[in-house]
């Protein structure tokens, strides 16, 4: 099997702060998020935690996030390590959130096919990092849906210059990935709501009394809750309801929610990360839409099943399936590549150039508008 580790520094904010001793201890030390636990699933994985590293590469993901967050994200009592006391090449494949690992180090490990995501921008993070991936690294993974199997072109580019961008979402996750870390939850029975994060601030007083008389509604939410209540909960709810109301966003609670086991109710347009989802028959508009779908679901088991179903299908083969599969498609190129550093160096300047005149030029449209 294919050894996979996940690293980040000690000072990303999100997801996990503890490397083990199982996974669901891992996930359950997650500040935000439950984050790629499929990729559990698929390989040998070690998760890691390196103190922050002070070159540049490792400190654009924080420039881009910092601002925003106000709370603490590193436990008095969590441990990380010196990125350059770790044996990187014990590993075929190193996925790196948000660059924790310097060019200096990566070079030292060309045997190690180099991967990164960059934590904050979604499915459009392509559009603000054009040309990735850099700084040596051999693939992007840029939060993508996955939904087809790795084309022929993107091997050949691999074997070719050794960098590829790749559809990979930030949540892999399979439709079982959830109930699998929780046995003992995954048979609960389900009826209640559970609302997205910005759903609970978005709700009125009066459309909470409509909702709750067809379901229970989970009241938690709109508390600070850690990320394994959340889990559980979600493991005992029927909905994963988004409000209609809400600022567009990127709906990773749709992946979550659906890999849960539950049917995932959103209007497509306030999902800008992964609108397609959601099918058409299940799209609303307003609230009134919303109480109106939700009672046909209700009164219906055979087409709520059917639905769910329909959803749990989508993340299997886009949050799952294609992502990993994909994945290990790519390392086989890359082991049986021929390019040398120096070719591989020369396609990220390239790229590094075309992308720097792209972003240029949009913005000088953007100016003439």
């Known amino acids: 099997m294919i050894r996979l580790c996940f690293v980040k520094q000690h000072s990303t904010y999100d997801l996990y702060t503890r490397t083990g001793p199982d996974l669901r201890t891992i996930v359950e030390s997650s500040n935000v998020r439950s ?65 924790a690992i310097p060019e200096r180090v990566v070079k030292k490990y060309p045997q190690v096919m180099w991967c990164y995501y960059i934590l904050e921008g979604g499915p459009m993070v392509s559009q603000r990092f054009p040309g990735s991936p850099y700084y040596g690294y051999n693939v992007f993974l840029n939060h993508r849906l996955a939904k087809t199997s790795l084309p022929k072109v993107l091997q050949k580019k691999m074997r070719s210059v050794k960098r590829v961008s790749l559809d990979f979402p930030y949540f892999i996750q399979s439709s079982r990935s959830i109930r699998d870390m929780y046995p003992e939850n995954a048979n609960t029975k389900r009826e209640n709501i559970i609302l997205s994060h910005h759903s609970y601030a978005a709700i009125t007083p009066e459309e909470w009394k409509i909702l709750s008389e067809i379901a229970p509604i989970w009241d938690k939410g709109k508390k600070g809750v850690s990320i394994g209540q959340l889990l559980r909960e979600t493991l005992a709810s029927k909905y994963v309801i988004f409000h209609p109301n809400i600022v567009p966003n990127m709906g990773s609670a749709v992946i979550e929610g659906a890999a849960a086991g539950c049917l995932v109710l959103a209007g497509r347009s306030k999902l800008w990360g992964f609108p ?33 179903r329909e959803q749990a299908e989508l993340i299997e083969s886009w949050c799952y399936t294609h992502p990993t599969r994909n994945l290990m498609l790519l390392y086989d190129a890359f082991k049986n590549s021929a390019c040398r550093p120096e070719t591989q160096k020369r396609s990220e300047w390239l790229a590094k150039k075309w992308g720097e005149m792209r972003l240029l030029a949009k913005r000088s449209l953007k100016k003439l508008r």
């Open 35 to 99: 984050g790629p636990i499929g990729l559990w699933e698929a390989f040998h994985v070690d998760f890691r935690i390196v103190w922050e590293n002070p070159e540049p590469e490792c400190q654009r993901g924080k420039s881009d996030w910092t601002r925003y967050i106000d709370w603490k994200v590193w436990p008095d009592d969590a441990k990380a390590e010196k990125t350059d006391d770790v044996d990187w090449g014990q590993y075929d494949i190193v996925i790196a959130l948000d660059i």
């Open 276 to 308: 397609e989802l959601i099918s058409k028959e299940m799209d609303f508009k307003t609230f009134d839409d919303l109480v109106r779908l939700l009672k046909q679901l209700q009164n219906n088991p055979v087409l709520f099943e059917s639905k769910r």
